[in-house]
């Protein structure tokens, strides 16, 4: 305070850094923030790749769910043509035109029928627990799958394959995350290998007055002040422990863009031999629909026969048998080429687009 020689004293400084071999640039600066964005994407793809998995198997457990179901259908048509044509045997014996013995062979295809449908429908009983069981739901739960089974081509082109693979799947994205990271590091490792220079720049300032406001008016008079520019330098000698860093980082670069390619060169080869499977499969179920129209003419020719005593009740029970084979190859044949499909969308990292399930991110997009 005047009067009394107490004054009022404050001071002020700045201090300026700025590198200009080691550590300089921007894009060095955000390194620590660039690598976490990628720890980011790298856990989104694992999750996703676990997301995918999952359905998956979902998918295919439900699928053979439903192949059980038509199967136990098949059967059941199965019994009913054997019921069908062993009441009209008996009706034969009774009007003394076949032999009561010939019905023995009708009875025995009947029993052996309901004994596959027994066993049959525990199949279906076990599918439907299993598909409760993957997806954590109450195993009490009664369900039944869509017995319609429409089953459309869908057109595939191997480049398109290849470029949804690119953008969609975990492995490859998550090869490329892992290639980024190691390049970056690498960087790291040149740039420790620089000098140390940097540019400095020093400016301070003291101010005493009788009063704390007429100091901070000092304070704002900037030619009343210290400024010291400079440069400084440091130079590591016989430090090898830069360039053992340097060496480690572009191996590991390499090794890692190594696997990266054999990931890309792999990952088509699997695409053709999975478009090449669904393609076959889309074959065979024209072939299998054949064999069952086909099947089921001959069974109503010796259903025919056996009627007006041509042909006998063994050739009739074989017919019976081709066709319920015949029925299942084809319900085996369209499940196939679904299930390869599913293969093909697991396989390019699409089956969550295809689902149309999204993961949401905090910024508020999609994932799919």
Do not use: C
């Amino acid at each position: 305070r005047p009067g009394n020689g107490v004054g009022a004293q404050s001071s002020a400084s700045l201090s300026f850094t700025q590198p200009l071999l080691q550590g300089a640039g921007l894009s060095f600066n955000e390194i620590t923030q660039t690598l976490a964005q990628r720890a980011e994407q790298s856990n989104i793809q694992a999750l996703r790749n676990t997301l995918i998995k999952t359905v998956s198997n979902v998918i295919f457990s439900y699928r053979r769910f439903m192949l059980a179901q038509q199967q136990l259908t098949i059967t059941a048509q199965s019994i009913e043509r054997s019921r069908n044509n062993l009441e009209r045997q008996k009706a034969l014996v009774k009007m003394g035109r076949v032999a009561a013995n010939k019905v023995i062979q009708l009875e025995n295809t009947l029993a052996k029928s309901a004994l596959s449908y027994r066993q049959q429908q525990n199949r279906v009983e076990d599918q439907r627990v299993a598909l409760l069981s993957l997806m954590n739901v109450d195993r009490q739960m009664r369900i039944r799958p869509v017995l319609e089974l429409d089953v459309e081509r869908e057109p595939l082109k191997l480049k398109a394959l290849q470029q949804l693979a690119r953008q969609y799947q975990p492995a490859y994205i998550q090869g490329t995350i892992n290639l980024a990271n190691q390049t970056t590091r690498l960087e790291q490792a040149e740039d420790q290998q620089l000098w140390d220079a940097s540019i400095t720049a020093d400016y301070s300032v003291t101010a005493i007055g009788s009063q704390w406001q007429q100091t901070q008016q000092q304070l704002g008079q900037r030619r009343q002040g210290n400024y010291s520019v400079g440069v400084t330098l440091s130079v590591p000698l016989g430090d090898l422990t830069r360039e053992q860093r340097y060496i480690t980082a572009r191996i590991a670069r390499e090794t890692t863009e190594l696997a990266w390619q054999d990931t890309e060169k792999q990952l088509d080869v699997n695409i053709q031999t999975s478009m090449r499977n669904v393609n076959l499969t889309w074959d065979t179920i024209a072939l299998a629909k054949r064999v069952t129209e086909l099947s089921r003419k001959q069974l109503e020719g010796e259903t025919v026969k056996v009627k007006t005593g041509i042909s006998s009740n063994y050739d009739l029970i074989l017919a019976q048998d081709a066709l319920v084979q015949a029925e299942n190859g084809e319900v085996s044949a369209k499940m196939n080429y679904l299930n390869a499909l599913t293969s093909l969308h697991q396989l390019l990292g699409t089956t969550l687009r295809q689902w149309h399930i999204d993961i949401a991110k905090q910024d508020g997009a999609s994932d799919d």
